[in-house]
């Protein structure tokens, strides 16, 4: 099993910046693909980033957040993060943490039933 713990929400207003981090202990080996989802109230989880420990460690983004968000990992701390830059209050989300234990799939990375493991979401609150 994988565990994941994610961090770092809070309430920003419109044009700032915040950064999510996202632990992983147990089998983090089983973390090959690891992404980023939000899921605002009455909408579905929707997939924001993603990015793989192999094949290069390849990313995958949401156009509505391409150039605004980064995805980044330190596998010495088994630890993925989520650098939100220019938010919007679109932006406005429970965020969650997943992992895959295969490497990500590009047609599939933002379907959230793909994933196997989820941590409990940090909620990110964005005011115009």
């Known amino acids: 099993q994988v565990q994941l713990v994610e961090s770092g929400g809070g309430s920003v207003q419109a044009g700032g910046s915040l950064r999510l981090s996202c632990a992983a202990s147990?089998?983090?080996?089983?973390?090959?693909?690891m992404g980023w989802f939000r899921q605002a109230p009455g909408n579905e989880r929707e997939g924001v980033a993603a990015?793989?420990?192999?094949?290069?460690?390849?990313?995958y983004y949401d156009d509505s957040v391409k150039g605004r968000f980064t995805i980044s990992r330190d596998d010495a701390k088994n630890t993925l993060y989520l650098q939100m830059n220019s938010l919007k209050a679109e932006d406005t989300a429970m965020y969650y943490c997943?992992?895959?234990?295969?490497?990500?799939?590009?047609?599939?990375?933002?379907?959230?039933?793909?994933?196997?493991?989820w941590g409990q979401g940090t909620q990110v609150t964005v005011s115009s």
């Open positions: 997943a992992a895959h234990y295969v490497g990500c799939r590009a047609a599939l990375w933002s379907y959230s039933t793909w994933y196997v493991y």
């Open positions: 147990g089998y983090t080996y089983r973390s090959a693909c």
């Open positions: 990015i793989s420990t192999v094949g290069g460690g390849s990313t």
